[in-house]
């Protein structure tokens, strides 16, 4: 199961999406946003991000008007491992030597049927594994370290670091 979900900016091109994942028979859980009126993006992203870590969903898309705020939150859930694509060649990169487990699109830099193309290589593209399974790993222990850091330090330690 895909866990979807967009704002406002990516409602129409969601309803594209979703036909097309119909038409392919491919299960999802919409988590929102429902209408075209304005609403907070990182909400909608949470939610899919959680769905995909926790399990519930194997894989995210996510939709916004430029895909850069929906990829953003994503990244901040541990484990999520968003990319913004926006050409085909990215989208099967990211599968293929990132492992990436959330899809971002952006409604208005990318045309529908662009946007339909990507989500097909995204979903039909595997991991390669050997070399990038090591990088996909140093990731991971990059977001263990920044988080331990995170919860090791008082409020004031943790702003100070960030600078």
């Known amino acids: ?13 969601m309803r594209e999406l979703k036909l097309h994942l119909d038409g392919r028979g491919v299960a999802y859980k919409d988590f929102g ?7 907070d993006y990182p909400e ?3 939610k899919a991000a959680r769905a995909v870590v926790s399990g ?8 916004c008007g430029t895909g850069i705020g929906m990829s953003i939150a994503a990244n901040k859930i541990p484990g999520v491992r968003a ?11 990211t599968r293929r030597h990132n492992d990436a487990n ?20 995204f979903l039909d593209t595997g991991f ?8 996909v790993g140093m990731i991971g222990e990059l977001e263990r370290s920044a ?11 943790t702003a100070e670091r960030r600078g």
């Open 1 to 13: 199961m895909i866990a979807l979900a967009c704002d406002h900016g990516g409602f129409a091109h």
């Open 33 to 39: 946003t429902y209408t075209d009126d304005s609403c």
């Open 44 to 46: 909608y992203a949470e």
């Open 56 to 63: 519930e969903c194997s894989a995210g898309i996510l939709i």
């Open 83 to 93: 990319a913004l694509c926006s050409d085909c060649f990215s989208a099967e990169m």
């Open 102 to 121: 959330v899809l971002t699109l952006g409604a208005r830099v990318t045309g529908a049927g662009l946007m339909l193309r990507i989500v097909d290589i």
């Open 128 to 135: 390669d594994g050997g070399r990038h399974a090591r990088r």
């Open 147 to 157: 988080n331990c850091q995170d919860m090791c330090q008082t409020p004031t330690e």
